[in-house]
């Protein structure tokens, strides 16, 4: 079994990519208030802060800030990913099940990346932002509604009409 060996820095920032296993699912914006109920009681039960996320139909950008002294994103994503799943299954979603039983809902790894600095945080967070304009959901970044480009343009982080010619590809950034 191949070991993955993740960067875990107790209180750090990071990037991550989350993807379903049916990358022509619309599974997550289909069923956005389950995913965001899963996003809340994750967060109620183990603290952590959004700096800023985008939701697409089969995958998700987000880059979060753990509490100091604290490392554990897998153990995160494994209950969010775990109670939007479910939800679905309650809501009556059809899904299949692996040879153990278990739903075959997401990608069983997701991307990370240790954010190092201010420059490498905004230029993932304009990654995310840029993303639905990116993979043709929409052509003005500000018309994706399941994205916390809102909530940065109320804040005074970006104007209103925002948008960049094409972040992906400066360097160091990660496509899917």
Partial sequence: MVQYRRNRVPGGTYFFTVTLRDRHSKAMIEHIDALRTAFRE???ERPFEID??????EHLHTVWTLPQE????AGRWRS????????????GAEMSQNTKGEYDLW??????????GDEDLSRHVDYIH???VKHGWTTRVQDWPYSTFHQHVQ???Y???WSIPDPVNNEGMYGE
Avoid at 70 to 73: K, P
């Fill in 70 to 73: 604290d490392d554990d994103y």
């Fill in 52 to 57: 800023a996320m985008v939701v697409l139909p």
């Fill in 130 to 132: 840029f993303n639905p």
């Fill in 107 to 116: 990608q069983r790894r997701f991307w990370e990346h240790t954010i190092q």
């Fill in 155 to 157: 804040r005074g982080l």
């Fill in 80 to 91: 969010i990913k775990s109670r939007f799943t479910r939800s679905l299954v309650k809501a």
């Fill in 159 to 161: 104007p209103p009409d």
């Fill in 42 to 44: 994750t967060l109620r």
